[in-house]
């Protein structure tokens, strides 16, 4: 059975940093890319990060380029985002998902992870 | 960035009703279109990929179509559990991948 279990959340200040862990199991995790989407309250789904297999290819939304890092170590089946000068508009539920195919870019999310709920505020 | 507009923002219809949603594109995504299902505290839940793809365990009730800038989805006879918000995401030009804005289904 897939499961992803996202950890790391908490209240954080404004300036603050945070690291999210997704520990995933029930797959090859080295051969699919990974993602993390964000939920803020009351709003919509944002995606935030992807993260080729390898690790070898990351990208980012505009609006976290420079203070998010997307990380992934194949020994522990865990994918990482790495959050720094955190900001109230960060405040989110944030998921983890994984790419569908493996070896595959192609950003089909088929199983996501229950989240874990990031707040920004002093 | 490929902006998804999402019609309506609240869709109110009793069970066993049909319902039809609609996501548009500000430019082609040809038919990289994904629909997910979310209910309140829970994760999103794949629908549809691809404009017309079910995702494995989808019921057959539910059903996509659409190409270019235009998609519908289409649940044709709404169970109690269907009630949700519903999302559109494409994959066609990325970074950014990008969501709709969303449609609450409720109970009428």
């Known amino acids: 059975e897939v499961q992803l279990v996202e950890s790391g959340g908490g209240l954080v200040q404004p300036g603050g940093s945070l690291r999210l862990s997704c520990a995933v199991s029930g797959f090859t995790f080295s051969n699919h890319w990974m993602t993390w989407v964000r939920e803020a309250p009351g709003k919509g789904l944002e995606w935030v990060a992807s993260i080729k297999e390898d690790g070898s290819d990351t990208y980012y939304v505009d609006s976290v380029k420079g203070r998010f890092i997307i990380s992934r170590d194949t020994a522990k089946n865990s994918l990482y985002l790495e959050m720094n000068t955190l900001r109230g508009e960060d405040t989110a539920v944030y998921y983890c998902?994984?790419?569908?195919?493996?070896?595959?870019?192609?950003?089909?999310?088929?199983?996501w992870g229950q989240g874990t709920l990031v707040t920004v505020s002093s | 960035e490929i902006v998804l507009t999402q019609s309506p923002a609240t869709l109110s219809l009793s069970p066993g009703e049909r319902a039809t949603l609609s996501c548009r594109a500000s430019?082609?995504?040809?038919?990289?279109l994904a629909w997910f299902q979310q209910k309140p505290g829970q994760a999103p839940r794949l629908l549809i990929y691809?404009?017309?793809n079910r995702a494995t365990g989808i019921p057959a009730r539910f059903s996509g179509s659409g190409s270019g800038t235009d998609f519908t989805l289409t649940i044709s006879s709404l169970e109690p559990e269907d009630f949700a918000v519903y999302y559109c995401q494409q994959r066609s030009s990325w970074p950014p991948l990008t969501f709709g804005g969303g449609t609450k289904v409720e109970i009428k």
């Open positions: 691809d404009a017309s």
């Open positions: 430019q082609s995504v040809s038919r990289y």
């Open positions: 998902a994984r790419v569908a195919e493996p070896y595959s870019s192609n950003q089909i999310f088929d199983y």
